[in-house]
């Protein structure tokens, strides 16, 4: 459903979302638009005429050779670490979070993360027994000054988690200042820091920063592609340092043997093909950038919400400047108008979201979106009566 | 690589098995003659033409509709509960068992099981923390009236873990009469059966008995597809008490969201074609009773193993009756001969399983067979000299 996601609150509302005639600006939901079909059902008949024996076999726990050696070539493209043996192929980033905590974090110990931040993860801190320390963010993503405050008046982290690409749900990125500083803090007090970074190709002018993992060797990367070429595989990877990457196989084995072998095969053809991934990434990354100009225009029209327009990944963080209105509210009276949108709170551990949504532009076609704004300012209406009202009557 | 083990000692024993010219009696690996390779080129265009955006997409965390309902009558086949809602969708049975076992059971807490018994449910056990029982088995499975026993004398278990057809390494089957003595033992002193049951498709006279689940209402059922299709989706289920799927659910959500969409789409329109199924056993079924036969004729003229033949599965479990061989040693000469078998012990709990070996008939073709028991006999006389060669010399 949603990388992003799901405390029971969001699930609900992607359920809701799901139903017949609903818009939805809720979900973390790729454009299906964006799925390379041409170049897959190309790789399918490879797969199946000339790799269907090991396809369909079962695989190794650590993931076919192809498939590492893959995902260290995409490691490669923002720096750090590419020895094919520091991956471990994985169901999903999901996944290797869930691995790499279970395995790493011991209940009462301290994960640090941005605060708002994507509550998936927090829910498998808690669920590890994890103590949580929120960082404040901005626009330039985790305030790793303050972070370096906590931890000099005493603070102890077994891992800071960080989703430094069009972070989720805020849209920041993290700059490569506070990305070496993150690394400096994390040799300093001998942290883990796990970066998560599933939304780092969709850079609407295609710029990227350095992995963290190119600054520390203390780095748990998580390499998604659910973003970068389609969710329905599951499969990812992560690269950690070699020490660790025998207690997360083993992991790994015990969870569910493998990753499955059938999407391994073709997803590891599809990256290897001649010319294809650097093609995708700029059709991806036009499509996108449409998509977020469009709504962007929409949604400043609305006059009574304010956000910074991203530069990537899939999401407005937008903050409602109308009195009295509150996002729960509003996200339920959204769902009356046939609209789902996503509320504020269940990002937030420490901070006050009640006046913030999450907006996803990337599951709607431009056609779609004045529609959805339409709901939306109807939601808004209900809930605070039609703007002028008072002036008009 | 197998879903039969691997403690270390095994996953070393397959490393070797993959290695170039070895012939290997040792993994749980199917048959490549028996992936329904034609149908599945025709479901994969069907796929890709008229379900590409749904299955390449996000999908539900218990699975998609139609895979649920291909598990739920499949479920049926063999009695008891049929409820799609039942059904949670899993990456493979490994992870329903590690799912049941992290949401179920608690540090402290006995689960009891067939000794000897398959090491990958152990290891899932040990890691939670919990207390082992083990149970003697004979050739009708798990001695439940040993268990009861147990259970008359004191003994609590949170779990029962019975894989009741085919028994890895054992091939035993659990007879109808033990099936509802164990049900009844559940409700009497109120644990939970876990039935994991890969093996029953494989039954070389197509005869299945009931599932535990058609006499209890404490049963979580684990429905594998590796053995009856293929192992390379990694798509599979459980059914459980409807008390029970909530929790389970969340476990899944937090481990890695939801089993990849592609592979549910692809198996359930396989499981769904009319007839394939019952025509795809049938050839299954004749496939592995071939091999089994052609193993049984080869090891029976060694002079040296005894073993029951099995009805179904994938192994033979058989004794070495020669003085002084040990099955660990065994296992170490036959991979310098170039043959890759299982020795006993790592099966075992309380048991001595030295003077066991488990062998695989599913993997190689009747015409590498006699080469792969020409290897085990000079394996063996590595060990412990020719045979006769006191009374020849």
Same mark, same amino acid.
């Given at each position: 459903m949603d990388r992003a996601a799901p405390p029971d609150a969001i699930r609900d509302i992607l359920a809701a979302a799901a139903a017949p005639g609903v818009l939805s600006l809720a979900g973390g939901l790729p454009a299906p638009d964006s799925f390379p079909l041409t170049e897959l059902v190309t790789v399918l008949d490879e797969v199946m005429s000339s790799a269907a024996a090991a396809a369909l076999q079962y695989g190794p726990v650590e993931g076919v050779p192809a498939m590492r050696a893959g995902l260290a070539a995409r490691a490669g493209e923002t720096g750090g670490h590419t020895d094919p043996d520091r991956v471990l192929v994985t169901s999903g980033s999901q996944q290797g979070l869930a691995l790499t905590t279970n395995a790493l974090v011991a209940p009462g110990d301290t994960v640090a993360l941005e605060d708002p931040g994507y509550l998936g993860a927090v829910r498998v801190f808690r669920q590890a027994g994890?103590?949580? @320390?929120? +960082?404040?963010?901005?626009e330039d993503g985790m305030d790793t000054e303050a972070l370096a405050g906590r931890l000099r008046r005493g603070a102890r982290c077994r891992l800071v988690y960080v989703v430094p690409h069009f972070h989720n749900p805020t849209a920041a990125v993290l700059t490569?200042?506070?990305?070496?500083h993150l690394a400096e803090l994390a040799g300093h007090?001998?942290? @883990?820091? +796990?970066e998560d970074d599933?939304?780092?190709d969709l850079a609407f002018d295609g710029v990227r920063?350095?992995?963290i993992d190119a600054f520390s060797d203390r780095v748990i990367r998580l390499l998604s592609l659910s973003k970068t070429l389609c969710p329905g595989f599951r499969v990812a990877g992560l690269v950690a340092p070699p020490a660790?990457?025998?207690?997360?196989?083993?992991?790994?084995?015990d969870a569910d043997l493998q990753t499955n072998t059938f999407g391994q095969h073709v997803v590891s053809r599809l990256l290897s093909r001649p010319g294809f991934l650097?093609?995708?990434l700029l059709r991806l990354q036009s499509l996108y950038r449409t998509r977020a100009g469009h709504l962007a225009g929409l949604l400043g029209g609305l006059g009574w919400l304010t956000f910074r327009a991203p530069r990537g990944g899939l999401f407005f963080w937008a903050?409602?400047?109308t009195a009295g209105v509150d996002a729960a509210t509003l996200t339920a009276a959204a769902i009356e108008e046939g609209l789902a949108i996503v509320p504020g709170p269940p990002f937030c551990i420490d901070r006050d979201g009640s006046r913030h949504l999450r907006l996803s532009f990337a599951t709607l076609s431009p056609s779609e979106m004045p529609e959805a704004v339409r709901r939306l300012e109807l939601a808004r209406a209900r809930v605070s009566g039609p703007r002028g009202a008072a002036a008009a009557g």
């Open positions: 994890a103590d949580l @320390l929120a +960082v404040p963010g901005d490569e200042e506070r990305r070496r007090y001998g942290f @883990l820091i +796990v599933p939304y780092a920063l350095p992995s660790l990457i025998g207690p997360l196989t083993t992991a790994k084995q650097p093609r995708h903050a409602i400047t």
